[in-house]
């Protein structure tokens, strides 16, 4: 059975498509995206041509079983720009392989296979936003997953957080529905002098940043971050 010889994963979010990203897109077969990034990929130029190619799935092991099903039922491409087909792009949000489906679609399909082409990720964004370096920082996810049916094991938790911050100094949390940053400020109030930042939509027109302390933000209510 003949196979596709790549899958593209490319991020999208912050900039514009470089060349490479761009070529790829518009010679793609079919353009796999979540149903909040397809909204986000209606903001490229690049939409209008392609936007017929557009498949939206929204569940991370239903994409995978649609890649797989897909790329054995196809041929094998021809060299980008000949013949229209350059194989399957699944969008990604920033850097697909910051806590992203970059690392699951390596697992899945091999590295010869895989291309990742990133956009900016959210902790450039995020530290930018609120200009502070962040090479000191430590970076966790307490993201379980879309489905919280399903929520994958993670390597921290919620009650984790207060011995995390007082041995790093200085962390960026990646959130969720659930590990969210009412409930991470819970968490904070158990120590003293906490700052805290929520970059909430980052990217988005309705983008906000907020600053105040773990009392502060626990009294708060955000959209999903």
């Not at 079919?30 to 490229?44: C, D, K, P, Q, T």
Request: hydrophobic share 40%; aromatic share 8%.
């Amino acid at each position: 059975m003949q196979t596709v010889n790549k899958l593209y994963v490319i991020g999208i979010g912050y900039k514009a498509l470089d060349n490479r990203a761009r070529e790829i897109v518009l010679a793609s077969e079919i353009i796999l995206a979540s149903n909040r990034l397809s909204e986000v990929f209606r903001g490229y130029e690049e939409y209008e041509a392609v936007k017929d190619k557009v498949k939206v799935i929204n569940n991370v092991d239903e994409t995978i079983a649609f890649i797989r099903a897909y790329v054995q039922d196809t041929p094998p491409n021809p060299p980008l720009g000949k013949g229209g087909h350059g194989g399957v792009v699944l969008l990604a949000s920033g850097d697909p392989a910051f806590f992203g489906i970059g690392r699951r679609a390596v697992r899945e399909f091999g590295k010869d296979m895989v291309e990742i082409i990133p956009d900016l990720s959210c902790i450039q964004i995020a530290f930018s936003r609120i200009k502070e370096s962040w090479d000191d920082a430590f970076l966790m996810s307490l993201h379980g997953g879309p489905d919280p049916k399903k929520r994958r094991r993670l390597p921290f938790e919620l009650e984790d957080i207060p011995y995390l911050l007082q041995k790093h100094n200085k962390i960026l949390i990646l959130t969720d529905k659930e590990n969210n940053p009412v409930e991470i400020a819970k968490e904070f109030l158990k120590l003293s002098a906490t700052t805290m930042y929520v970059c909430e939509k980052l990217g988005y027109p309705d983008e906000r940043i907020i600053e105040g302390t773990p009392e502060e933000i626990a009294e708060m209510t955000f959209s999903e971050p």
